[in-house]
């Protein structure tokens, strides 16, 4: 999901600045347990936490995601 929200918009000002993710990416040496993103996403559900997310078909058939929100966030994103 907040790989969503650093996708440029259409209706982004010409330089405005980088929506990057906050934060620092998860140290690889240790296991990760839910999503990798998880600490550094706005959209996380409990499930994020703790298990891996499986992949889910998005409102677009032919494109799948491995989260649990990201139809939900899609919609919000159209409306
Ligand atoms: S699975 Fe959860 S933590 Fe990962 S990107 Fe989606 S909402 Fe965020």
Do not use: W, Y
């Not at 000002?13 to 140290?27: N, W």
């Not at 058939?61 to 159209?78: G, K």
């Amino acid at each position: 999901m907040g790989l969503i929200d650093a996708i440029p918009r259409r209706e982004d000002a010409i330089g405005a600045p980088f929506r990057g993710l906050p934060g620092v990416p998860p140290m690889l040496a240790a296991p990760i347990v839910g999503c990798a993103f998880e600490p550094r996403c706005v959209h996380s559900v409990q499930s994020c936490k703790s298990h891996r997310p499986k992949l889910v078909e998005t409102l677009d058939p032919s494109v799948f995601a491995a989260c649990p929100v990201i139809n939900d966030h899609l919609l919000e994103r159209v409306s």
